[in-house]
């Protein structure tokens, strides 16, 4: 499962998401979520699901990334959806009565509903770290929170732990990993037993993952100091961004996703 996680991680590759200028992907990606939580039918959600996959294929990632963005949070997905399943009530018959659960047809267009709009949601978050390298993506941030600099907002510095923390994502993974390969290396039972059992089991695994992540830490910080790192103040980018044509064309195809759910949704309330 540890394996499958692939929150954090950037792709490289030069398709015309790639090359996209990384605040403007930060906006659109803003923009989809508003999209999706407006939408209020399965048309709406289809029209998302539409421009997902053509955002996907132009990207040139594997749809499988797109699975594996997914399955680690498989679970909060199932339980979001039983809960809509069994406490939304509709105005007709129930098609299950069983003791006091009873299961309408509105419970599970809900239920359902609620299930792709969270599926669509990770899958077009995910497509951010895919495509955008940490560096970038600091840098963007950065840009975007700029005018809060006025008011003498550390912005620089909320860019470069927001970024650190996506970036180390996948080092905590892979240092989960060796623990419990280790662990079971020296006869633990991780898989075997009750949920009081199994929760028991992680402990051998949290302390050393805490101690590990408070030395990286500490290691980091030792060599940015090393470096003669002060903040943002007085730094110059290797890279400058810069909106092109490109990124007007892909605010307008979004700008009209927007807009075709608008649309949807004025139309069905009608």
């Known amino acids: 499962m540890l394996n499958d996680i692939t929150i954090g991680q950037f792709f490289p590759g030069n398709s015309v998401i790639h090359r996209m200028d990384s ?19 399965f048309w709406g959600l289809g029209i998302a699901c539409v421009f997902v996959i053509m955002v996907y294929a ?5 749809f499988r990334l ?51 709009r969270i599926i669509f949601l990770i899958v077009g978050m995910s497509l951010l770290t895919y495509t955008t ?13 700029s005018p809060l600099k006025k008011i ?7 860019a470069m732990m927001m970024t650190i923390a996506l970036r180390f994502i996948p080092t905590l993974i892979e240092e989960t990993n060796k623990i419990v ?5 020296r006869g633990a039972a991780m898989d075997t037993g009750g949920l009081i059992k ?6 051998p695994i949290l302390i050393p993952l805490f101690i590990s992540a408070f030395k990286r830490a500490n290691e980091l ?50």
């Open 23 to 41: 605040r403007v992907k930060i906006v659109l990606e803003i923009v989809f979520v508003v999209t999706l939580f407006i939408s209020q039918n």
């Open 58 to 62: 132009a990207s040139e990632i594997s």
């Open 66 to 116: 797109m699975w594996k963005s997914i399955k680690p949070l498989l679970p909060i997905i199932i339980f979001t959806a039983v809960l809509n399943l069994i406490f939304v009530k509709g105005d007709d018959a129930p098609l299950v009565s069983f003791w006091i659960i009873s299961i309408y047809r509105k419970g599970i267009e809900t239920s359902l509903f609620m299930m792709l």
């Open 133 to 145: 390298s940490p560096i970038v993506l600091t840098d963007a941030i950065e840009s975007l929170l």
């Open 152 to 158: 003498h907002f550390p912005v620089h510095e909320l």
């Open 181 to 185: 390969m280790a662990q079971k290396a």
């Open 198 to 203: 199994r929760a028991k089991s992680m402990i």
């Open 221 to 270: 910080a030792t060599a940015m100091e090393c470096r003669c790192y002060k903040g943002g103040e007085g730094r110059t980018k290797l890279r400058v961004l810069k909106m092109t044509r490109l990124d007007l064309f892909a605010s307008l195809i979004m700008l009209s996703v927007l807009g075709m759910v608008i649309v949807d949704n004025i139309a069905f309330a009608v």
